[in-house]
């Protein structure tokens, strides 16, 4: 097999991918504050393309369009940020509300990302 026919082992999966960042008006209103990339490192993991391989690692596999129920519990995570107090005055503008915000979706996106490398959700 030469290069130009491999299939690639991993790619690049997206923890808060643009249909959710399109659905959540805090993570627009992180996006325009410089405090929310959808291509940022922290918001990728690379998994396993295969099943088999996912398995023999157990962790979750790649999913190009994850299942209906991961999006709707992700949006649901990220309306309780919206609607807590420092997600509330972060839509208001508040600085130090944004960079709090920001951190409460880090500390998601790393729950995930650690969830997904321990085989413990699937996208798909």
Not at 25 to 31: I, Y
Not at 78 to 103: P, V, Y
Request: glycine letters at 8%; hydrophobic letters at 40%.
């Amino acid at each position: 097999m030469n290069e130009a026919t491999q299939e690639a082992l991993f790619d690049r999966q997206l923890i808060i991918d643009g249909y959710l960042h399109d659905r959540s008006p805090l993570l627009q209103r992180l996006s325009v504050a410089g405090l929310f990339e959808v291509d940022s490192p922290v918001n990728a993991l690379n998994l396993p393309v295969e099943r088999v391989l996912a398995e023999k690692l157990g962790c979750a596999q790649f999913c190009a369009e994850p299942i209906p129920s991961y999006r709707e519990g992700m949006l649901g995570q990220l309306q309780k940020i919206e609607n807590s107090t420092q997600g509330q005055a972060a839509m208001q503008g508040d600085e130090s509300s944004l960079r709090s915000a920001a951190e409460s979706i880090e500390n998601l996106q790393l729950t995930i990302k650690a969830a997904l490398i321990n085989g413990d959700l699937v996208l798909g």
